[in-house]
């Protein structure tokens, strides 16, 4: 596997198919685990987190598990394949950025990615199209087990799995959903869904997880509390409480149809014309326009487009992405030039097809 062909395709998460993908993009499990015979990496040794690397990149390689997994040196990595795949969302920043051997394993299809040596020894991530919690749990649960009938984890029978974060004891699972919410955004209902869910101790994070922005009106909810609760009662909390916020969504997107579809589609059609036609373009404008035409697809006011190609678009106008997509490094004027190209192209073979 070779991360050149990651910008071939927007990876299984992002088709578009799953469950309620009118609104939830994408579902996540995240598991925390620590082997019992190593330190955290916070407190462990360069040469102790590359026995620990080496350990783990042997043992996911072999992995009797499905899917296969594909071991990634980020030491060996340049940096713009590191950010390609936190733009992917395979890896996080903190990985990205960090120092001293570390690493994570792939699956082809990109549903499961596995870090090694960031604030934890392992971090197991399962994605999967649209509002699917439970499939991604079930995924989630089994390379668990297979990891753990290789290697001994660290574990107390008081405070569960132990882990460099003591927010993420316990279960060691963080269950999210990506949502796009554009018309909650646009009336200004969003405001009432982050109260109701910081009453219930769930939290609201940008596009790329604890400590960013949101951009194009997406947001990942998640659980706040790890200890306390069996991993099966943090995802069914999450199962429980996104449906409320796919009906608010869904209604108000109605409502806005019915109250004032011209002005609606006026707004959505704007959008569509900046993207076809711009010569230069900002990220930060792209996912804002990105977010207007996804909502056109999805409400039908938009013909000739797909879910799946817009998605694609979100995640190949990323900065990584147009420079691997260009074959050359480009600086902020020259991302914004390749970014309006790109649009303009994808597009206009958009309109294409339709017309074929």
Known sequence: ???????????????????????????RIRLARNLSQ??????????TKAEVFSLLSGTLGEL???????????????????????????????????????GVAVSRDETVSVMMNEEDHLRIQVL????????????????????????????????????????NC???LRVSVMLHLPALVLTKEIQKVFQALQKIRLAVRGLYGEGSQAMGDFYQISNQVTLGLSET???????????????????????LVRQDRRSL?????????????????????????????RLGVNLGLIDELDPATVNEMFIHTQPAHLQKLKGQELSSPQRNVARAGYLRDKLANAELDTDQ
């Open 64 to 102: 009797d598990a499905s899917p296969t997994l594909h071991p990634f040196d980020l030491g060996e990595l340049e940096e713009i394949d590191a950010q390609l795949l936190v733009e992917r969302q395979l890896i996080s920043r903190e990985l990205a950025d960090g120092d001293g051997p570390r």
């Open 38 to 47: 190593f330190p955290f990496p916070v407190r462990a040794e360069d040469a």
């Open 170 to 172: 316990g279960t060691g």
């Open 265 to 293: 589609h006026d707004q959505i059609a704007r959008a569509h014309g900046v993207l076809k036609s711009a010569q230069t373009i900002s990220s930060d404008e792209t996912m804002g326009l990105l977010s207007s035409l």
């Open 233 to 255: 009662e943090l995802v069914e909390k999450v199962a429980e409480v996104v449906p409320n916020i796919i009906s608010y969504e869904r209604r108000v997107r109605k409502a």
């Open 1 to 27: 596997m070779h991360l050149d062909t990651l910008t071939a395709n927007s990876g299984e998460w992002l088709r578009g198919t799953g469950p309620d993908s009118d609104v939830v993009v994408s579902s």
């Open 128 to 167: 999967a199209s649209g509002f699917d919690v439970k499939g991604a749990w079930a995924k989630a649960d089994a390379i668990d087990d297979a990891i753990e009938a290789q290697l001994p984890y660290a574990f107390d029978e008081q405070f569960g799995f132990l882990t460099a974060c003591p927010t």
